[in-house]
Structure formats: structure tokens, C-alpha cells
């Protein structure tokens, strides 16, 4: 199968490296390769470094950060060519790429999939950078081309500076979500395709890690259903859901698929190890709570026997005084 | 001390304004000693031993010609390829005459195939452009040879096409290649991310060590060839700089070497930079360390702002181009300034590859803002290609103290394309805007940037004076320049751009006695023939280097 790759765009200092470090320094149930322009600013704690070269760092957990110099596609080879290859890249993108381009570049690449192309937006300084005369243009392609923005550095500025350029940024990328965030402390799976554990396991290890206004919900697809109308559900999700992945099985074929949504892009695929994807569930991550109960309404309103509630499907990561404070004033 | 040499002329061509014309000029140790008539010369004479050298009798001296904007490296990889080319290249070992059309495109493959000798020898031909040489694809290419690889490498070197024996050749993966978005097998086509994975394959034949070697072999002819004693290479390491410096010291730092060449380092070797500027501006610093007699680095530095002129990747202002594609920024802004500030403060000679007017843009704003913290004189702040500009931002130059290497051949090949499928006629036309640059009093070399246009002075001097284009087309002859601003461009003003003036440039007592040496006086002839006056060959540091 294809490996998934997340671009991660934004213009420079917008919290790109932050949001690395802080994917990096998390135990995740899929070996990730990140692929950097620059180690100069990767600052990982020393105690989860396995080994360093050249290029590459290897982490405790699996993963490895290398630098991309110039020549990305020798860096996606050399990951290629590994004997344990990745199961999930997350590239860089330097603060002037065309995403769109990179894209083509990635997509175009044999072994490689889209995952998704998310952009790290610096809450205080975008409105400035998007008419800056000579970035303003690659600044709002960036933001236009991305299937998730993420809201950086949202302790900086005040409740109506943000939903200033909340509103902006929606109208700039209607189909993009939004996620606000503080230091990059987002929850690792809105940007990697995770394995098909449920996220909650994961939510034990973001407990430290104050990943901000994000829930997850649970919603156990135990019961095969028409991929037609799960799709119907999936395209039609609320805004505040920005990510869905997990597995359930086709009632045409009885094979087991694999869903994977992120923002408006999604894909539905059939799963090539079905013994590793029980129990079968759907999670969804979101900031709305409300929103993602709704999902699961949906779900078991299909019929098929899916979407049973649970005592508490929706869990939220531990959340800083400030990032509950946000949630509290009503943030999307 | 060595004896004098006096080298008597048809005509010497100074290029000193205060003593423009001579007939004879003393040479010793390398060094002129003086310029004039042998009658002026006369106090010299009668003071040391010296002999008369009559050899250019019927020649006509110019100084040294000198590229400052050019790179061995590249060259040294693609002139062992076989060039088919739309316009006409002269190269040391060829003259590649120009090739129109298809049938002429694939009877030019034929010989070049029938003439190799050894049948596995992969056939590799640079310069193909559909415009000139119609649809090229596996097919035709199978129909020049089903056992011999043969690739066609396209001008802009954005895509090859490959026969099948080339495509086994290239050893990668077939059933990758079927599924690969950007190769078409069918067709035998690689370009974007395909280009690489065909790269890949052929990177054991252009980067074999030998082949490299002959290149820069080539490269050296090439460079004697258009009758420089001084070049400068933009831009070290374009790949890799030990690699790159260890091929140029064996190559270019020889006795038969008839040319010197200053290296300017790249202020970002590899990756992005920011955070690195105190690193990156020590191993900067550290270049001059390799330095020998005739390879030399000194106090410059390049550095980037937006992509290639012929990739069409220049930032180009609004309107922008017209099918709505956007350029490229080689590094964000604010990393361009971070990383042009410490040069500037240590006295730096700075050099900015700028294609587009944004890119220039961007390079003008930041040097008002490091004019304002600190101000400096004779800065030779120097803009590198200088595609495209406004007339506003040459008065900004002028006013800001910067200078402008100039490559004139973009008006040759591009002016008519650009004009016809990129910007427009009205910005296109205008392109390398070398008259308001000489209005503007803005001092201005002219380079070739080899391999993006032939190694030959008297080329880009024939285009900056006439603008033809390659259908013949003028393009904006109100941005023609005069003859003699056109040779100045070669010569001391080139100079000046590389901090040289004092050493070389133009003839005249205390200068590195380096001439080149032609067959008729570019002041003489047509202007439209500018390009073609044969040059006998140059003199180095006072040797006499003929052409072979």
C-alpha cells in the first residue's frame, strides 16, 4: 500500500518546527519519517534521541527527522529504501513553497499517497503576511491549497483579534478545517494517518501534552453498511469534525475498508491486512463536541446497527487553563 | 627580472579612456609595463633589454574579455553531450550549426548515431525544443537505433525522452515507471518528478568521473575559445564543492591554462539557512583558504532571490504572466536579508541572482534598508541576470549604488517566446534592459551564465548593440546599447563588477598583461557582425595562447 504524506506548509515563523517537535516527542503508534529542511531549529529532547547521523536523527519511538538539502526526491528515496520503510511521512514545506506544486511533486511519486496538506497559520502576523508585496501571494495559495489550517499561536492575541482572522481564514478556504493551537500542541493524529487503534489509547500520552480544544469520539461499526450512504455522512460533515479514519466492512463485498477523512478530503479503501483492523470503529476528532455526538447520530441513523452510543464516546485531551478558557468562549 | 616583451599591433584598443588607441604595448613578468606607440615607448627600451614581438601585427588587441557570470561545473557535464540545438552553438571540439525542423532534427540523430563507433555507447543529445524540432518520442527515436540507448535532453533541461534500449538503460523499475504519474512510457517521456527517476539512471554516465574530467576539459577549451583570460564562476559548489574543487584544481590550475577564475561561494550551500547565517558566513570566510594562482576566491558572496529565467519561474510583478502560473521564491524574504546582512556589514561584495522584477524588487528593498543601518560607498551591490525590470527601478540602482550583470541572450532566445506565450510583448520586449541601464549610468557587464547561452563575448556584446532576436525580429531598440558600452561590458566593466579594475580590464601600465587577440576592430566592423569576428586567441599574463 501506499504511504501517506502530510505536507506541512506555512510561511516561515508561522510554528512549523514547534509543531514538528511537538509531533516528534510523542509516542505514536506509527513509525513516522519527518522530513525537514533544516535540523538547525528541530529541538527534540535529548532522552528520546536513539541516534544521530548527518542527517537523520532516530528516535526511541520509531520515528526519524531527516533533512531534506535541497533534494527532496533523494530524501523520499532514502526513506524508500529503508529496510523498515515508513508508514507515514510528513514533509516540510521551506516558508515560500507552492503547495500546490509540491503536491504534484509528492502525488506523482511511485509509493507515495496524499494524505493531506496541512498549513500552519501565525495567528498575529497572516493578515499582514497575505498583502505582503512580494510573499503575499504564496502566503494565500498556501492557505487556499491547505485541507487543514492551523491556527498557531492563538495565546498571542486576544478573543476578537482571533475570530477576526477565523473568519477570514474560513472565507479565504471554505473547505479547509480549522484547528486552533498553542505552540503547535495539536493532537498528532489531525496530521499523520494513524494505525487503526482507536485514538483514545493515544489520548493517555497527549494528557501531557496539552493538545488544546480537541475531543474524539468513539463510534464502534461493528455491523457491515452501503459504502454509498457512509459517504453521503462523510461528505457532509460539520466543520468543527476535522478528522475520521478507522475501518468498517463493505455489506456489498464483505471486505473491510479503510476510511480515512481529513477536512473535505476523504477516501474510502479497502484495507490490504483486514485481520489487523478489528474492532472495527470509526473516530472522529473535532472541537465540537455537540458536532461530533451529531456524527454518530448520523452514523446509527443509517440503519445498520452501527453507532451505538457508549457511556462516554467523546473524551477530551487535558487542555491548558488558557486553551479551556478559548473553548469556553465559544471558538469554533 | 625577465626581458621585456613589446607586442606591436594593427590597432590596440585600450579601453582606457584617456589613451584609447595604441599600436604597441611592453609586457614583462606578466605585467604591462606600458601601452602606447614603440616611440613612446622608447624611455623603457633604452633602459632594459627587450624584444620586439611582431606576431599581432595584423591583429587588433583587446583586453582580456571576462565572463563574470558563468558555471564550469554545469558545462563540464553537458558539453560531452552531442548538442542539436535551434540556434547555433560554437563549441571548442564543434560547431553545432542551428537545426530547424523535424526531419532535420532526426537526420542530425541519424549521423551523430551512424558516426559512434563503440554500439553500447549511450547516445545522449542536449538542445531539443519542440518548437523547432516537432513531436520526438520513443518510436522515432527506436527507428535511430533498437540496441543503442539514445536520449533526448531537452533545452530547458526540464525533460528527456528515451528509445527502449535507454529506458533499460536507465535500469529503473519498469513496472514503477508504468505507474509513475510523470513518465510516459508509451511515449518514452520523463519529465517533473519522472525527469528524476531518468536522472537517476543516467547520473552513472554524466557524473563518471572520467567523463566529468573531459568535461571540464571541454569547459577549459570552451572558455579559451571565446577569448577570456578571467571568468568567474557564480555561484561555488553548484553540487557538491569538494568534488567540484578537486575536478577544477586539476583541471584549471595548470600550466597550459590560459585563463585565471575568481570564485564567488554561495552564502547557502544546501538547505535553508536561517539560524545557520553565523555558520554559513564563516565557511564563507574560509573559502580564500583553497585559494592558488589561478583559481581565487575573494570578499563577494551570491545569493538568490526568485527561480529561473528559463524555467519561467522569475517573480514577476503584476500582471504577473499571462497563463496566471506563478514564480518562484529561491528563499523566503526575510532569509535573504538575514543572510545579506553580515556581508554587508564586513565589506562584502554582494551578488544577487534576480530573474524576475519582483526578484529584483526584493533585492533593491532590502539593499535601501541595509543602505539606511549603514551606509556604505563602493558597495558593488551587483544584480545577477537582471531578466526583468521596470525603468523606476533602474533610477532605484543608480540611486542605491548597485550594479547589473546582464544576460543579453535572453532577448536572443526568449524575447520572441516570452513575448508570444509568457508576459506580453511590452514587458518581454524589454527584457535585459540594458539602454536605461546606460542611461541610468549604472556600470553593467554582460555574462553568459554558460551553459544558459554560449561562452562568447562577442555574442552577448552583438545582442546588447543589436537585440535581434532569433527569427531576426529588433526587440526594443530603444534598449540597444552603443558599441563601446557593449565592450566595456566585456571588458573593465566586468572588471570593476568583480572588484578587478586595478588588475585587469583594459591595457594599461601596471595591469596583468592579458589581451585578446582578434581579427578585426569591433569598432570597425557592422555592428551585425560583431559577432562573428574571429579571434586568433589570447594572452595570459603576457603567453601568447592561439586558438588550436
Known sequence: ?332 | MSQITVYTARRIRTMNRSLPIATAVAVRDGQIIEVGSLETLQPWLDAHPHRIDTTFRNHVLMPGFIDPHLHPSLAAILLPCHFITATEWKLPDRVCAPVHGHNAYIDRLKQIEESLTDPSEPLITWGYHKIWHGKVDRQVLNNISSTRPVIVWQRSFHEVIANDAAIDWIGADRAMMERHHQIDLGEGRFYETGLAVAMGGMRKLILDPKRFRHGMELTKRAVHAGGHPTICDMGLPMLNLELEWSTLKAGMETDDTPFRTQFVARAVERGGGLGKEAENFERVRSMPKRNTHRLEFRKAVKLFTDGGYFAELMQVQPPGFIDGHEGEWLMPPEVFEALCRPYWHDGYRIHVHCTGDLGLELALDVLEKLQFERPRFNHRFTIEHFGLSTPEQVRRMADLGALASVNAYYVYELGEAYWKRSIGFERASQMSRLGTLARHNVTTALHTDFTMAPALPLNSAWVAVNRRAESGTVVCPEECITVEQAMRAITIDAAYVLGMEHEVGSIRAGKKADFTVLEADPFDVPPLELKDIPIWGTVFEGVPAPLE
Request: one cysteine or more; aromatic letters at 4%.
Open chain 1, 1 to 332: 500500500m501506499d504511504i501517506p504524506v502530510t505536507i506541512l506548509g506555512g510561511y516561515l515563523g508561522a510554528g512549523k518546527t514547534t509543531l514538528i517537535n511537538h509531533v516528534l516527542s510523542h509516542a505514536l503508534d506509527v513509525r513516522v519519517a519527518v522530513l525537514v529542511n533544516d535540523f538547525g531549529a528541530v529541538n527534540i529532547d535529548a532522552s528520546l534521541i536513539s541516534s544521530r547521523a548527518e542527517d537523520t536523527i532516530t528516535l526511541s519511538n520509531g520515528c526519524v527527522c531527516c533533512t531534506i538539502q535541497d533534494d527532496l526526491g533523494a530524501a523520499i528515496d532514502a526513506q524508500l529504501r529503508r529496510d523498515k520503510p515508513p508508514q507515514h511521512i510528513l514533509i516540510e514545506a521551506s516558508g515560500v513553497a507552492e503547495p500546490a506544486r509540491m503536491l504534484r511533486y509528492v502525488e506523482s511519486w511511485p509509493g507515495l499517497s496524499r494524505h493531506a496538506v496541512v498549513c500552519v497559520v501565525d495567528v498575529e502576523t497572516i493578515r499582514e503576511r497575505a498583502t505582503d508585496k512580494f510573499v503575499g501571494r504564496v502566503v494565500r495559495r498556501q492557505i487556499g491549497s491547505a485541507d487543514l489550517l492551523i491556527l498557531n499561536k492563538t495565546d498571542l492575541v486576544d478573543a476578537e483579534a482571533r475570530s477576526l482572522v477565523v473568519d477570514w481564514l474560513a472565507s479565504s478556504a471554505p473547505d479547509a478545517g480549522i484547528v486552533e493551537s498553542t505552540w503547535g500542541r495539536i493532537d498528532p493524529a489531525l496530521v499523520l494517518q494513524g494505525a487503526h487503534q482507536a485514538a483514545a489509547s493515544r489520548y493517555g500520552e497527549l494528557a501531557h501534552a496539552r493538545p488544546g480544544t480537541f475531543f474524539n469520539a468513539t463510534v464502534p461499526m461493528e455491523e457491515a453498511l452501503d459504502l454509498d450512504e457512509l459517504e453521503t455522512v462523510l461528505g457532509d460533515l460539520p466543520a468543527s469534525v476535522h478528522r475520521v479514519k478507522g475501518f468498517v466492512t463493505d455489506i456489498a463485498t464483505g471486505r473491510t475498508m479503510l476510511i480515512q477523512c481529513v477536512a473535505a478530503r476523504r477516501s474510502i479503501e479497502p484495507c490490504p491486512h483486514s485481520a489487523d483492523a478489528a474492532p472495527h470503529a470509526l473516530v472522529a476528532i473535532g472541537t465540537d463536541r455537540k458536532d461530533l455526538e451529531a456524527f454518530r447520530l448520523q452514523i446509527a441513523a443509517l440503519g445498520a446497527g452501527n453507532g451505538a452510543a457508549l457511556n462516554d464516546p467523546i473524551q477530551s485531551g487535558t487542555r491548558s487553563a488558557r486553551s479551556a478558557a478559548v473553548a469556553d468562549e465559544g471558538a469554533r
